[in-house]
T-cell receptor, first 116, second 113 residues
């Protein structure tokens, strides 16, 4: 059983650019969630995907978008980067329960994004 | 809107001590609660998940309790070791039909050798 992987590990962009971050879910999981973690803070929920459709979104603007693919890998896209987007971006995979909700979320190592 | 608070923000204790980390949440309509560990610059490692129907969950030297009605959870670490040094985060579902997690800011724990 493979764990959650993310790429790239680090990324440096300039303000106004666009970025794509990638995540490969743990084998057997059908749900992926993305989080943004600023330094010294807890992770903030961006959105979640289940069966290739967005299944809930946190308080993030539309320039944060995502995709989930049939093999349950996922992308996070951020357009028009701002300095405040500098953070650790984490994805987590989990199994959606029959009655709704998800089981334990397993996190990847994260992508450190720096916006200059 | 669900909010999670963790107390204390930081804790430094000598090796071997038993310690308790606290977590409180504002909306008691949760179906589970998770405790995570995060080492500096790294991702999160799941420690324990407690279902809303449970009151306790144990893994090795870790014991987590949940009092849903009062909106509180505690993580008890027995016989602390320097390797336990990390930031500990608790998280509950965001609610409102979404299954993402709302996190506290964490407790930064240092175990002195």
């Amino acid at each position: 059983e493979t764990g959650v992987t993310q790429s790239p590990t680090h990324l440096i962009k300039t303000r106004g650019q666009q970025v794509t971050l990638r995540c490969s879910s743990q084998s057997g999981h059908n749900t992926v969630s993305w989080y943004q973690q600023a330094l010294g803070q807890g992770p903030q929920f961006i959105f979640q995907y289940y069966r290739e459709e967005e299944n809930g979104r946190g308080n993030f603007p539309p320039r944060f978008s995502g995709l989930q693919f049939p093999n349950y890998s996922s992308e996070l896209n951020v357009n028009a980067l701002e300095l405040d987007d500098s953070a650790l971006y984490l994805c987590a995979s989990s199994w959606r329960l029959a009655g709704g909700g998800t089981d334990t979320q397993y996190f990847g190592p994260g992508t450190r994004l720096t916006v200059l | 809107k669900q909010e999670v608070t963790q107390i204390p923000a930081a804790l430094s204790v000598p090796e071997g001590e038993n310690l308790v980390l606290n977590c409180s949440f504002t909306d008691s309509a949760i179906y589970n609660l998770q405790w995570f560990r995060q080492d500096p610059g790294k991702g999160l490692t799941s420690l324990l998940l407690i279902q809303s129907s449970q009151r306790e969950q144990t893994s090795g030297r870790l014991n987590a309790s949940l009092d849903k009605s009062s909106g509180r959870s505690t993580l008890y670490i027995a016989a602390s070791q320097p390797g336990d040094s990390a930031t500990y985060l608790c998280a509950v579902p965001v609610g409102g039909g979404a299954d993402g997690l709302t996190f506290g800011k964490g407790t930064h724990l240092i175990i002195q050798p």
